[in-house]
Each structure stands twice: as C-alpha cells, then as structure tokens.
C-alpha cells in the first residue's frame, strides 16, 4: 500500500491511499464467483401437482409424512394444495442459492429462507430444486424445514 496525493506543508492537505497490491491477485475473482444468485429461469419452475398432494401434504407417505405435519400445523392443506405450490414458487423466487450440487441427471439447487404460511407465521423453509441435463425449467424436488 502507498499513500499518493499527501503534502504535509499545506494546511488541510488531504491523504489519498491507494489499495493497488493490498488485496491478493485473485481476491475479486473470487468473489465474483462466490456472490449470490438465483436459480435460472425460476419464473418457469414446475411443481408437480403429485408432489403436493401425493408427497408433501400426504400424511401417509414414508418420507412425505413429517414434512406434511410440518406443512399442516402452518395452515397448509391437501385440499388446497395450490397455496402451497405458489408458496414453493414464490420461495424459489424471493430466495438466493445457498448450495449447488451437479448430480448425473443435472445441477440441484437448495433455497432457504423465510416461508410465509397461510396461519400468518413465517417458518424457515430450505427447498431443493433441479435442473435436468438437457432442460432449463427448474423443477421441485423437496421442501424441509430449516
């Protein structure tokens, strides 16, 4: 670091410092590549009407069952089950990436944050979507709670 511009013989002289070197070369590189972004066309993400009503809000279901009592004590109900595919939807879109994971059928994308919920309380939700290989439409693959 040097500092340029400074003339200690002048009343009210101002220092300017240069930052040229203090940073390590490959500094902003780095952060270009670990800043925030959302999933790829998130308007367009399809979630399956059978992942709401077969899945997340089936109390029967071997790994959907918990995730419906969660659902449920939030207001959300199998005979609604477009509240909570808008709510997924609006998630995906309000929230940044937090992990990414390319699998062989495509890249996963986790998504967590706040939740609002029909009961008027706003739980902490992670959801995961993917998009296959091949595809540019993310789709649903799960929703727990955070």
Do not use: C
Not at 27 to 49: F, G, L, M, S, W
Not at 121 to 143: C, D, Q, Y
């Amino acid at each position: 670091m040097r500092v340029t511009g400074s003339d200690d013989t002048e009343a009210g002289a101002v220092s300017v410092v240069s930052l040229r070197g203090f940073f390590p070369a490959n500094y902003h590189e780095k952060q270009k590549r670990n800043r925030v972004a959302k999933i790829p066309n998130a308007t367009q993400a399809i979630v399956p009407d059978r992942k709401i009503t077969a899945y997340l809000l089936d109390d029967n279901h071997r790994t959907g069952g918990p995730k419906a009592a969660f659902f449920k004590a939030f207001g959300f109900s199998a005979s609604v089950p477009d509240a909570l595919a808008a709510a997924l939807q609006a998630h995906l879109a309000a929230h940044d990436i937090v992990a990414t994971i390319t699998t062989p059928r495509g890249v996963k994308y986790e998504i967590s944050g706040p939740f609002p919920a029909p009961d008027g309380r706003i739980p902490t939700v992670k959801s995961v979507w993917i998009i296959l290989n091949g595809e540019t439409m993310p789709r649903f693959v799960t929703a727990v709670p955070d």
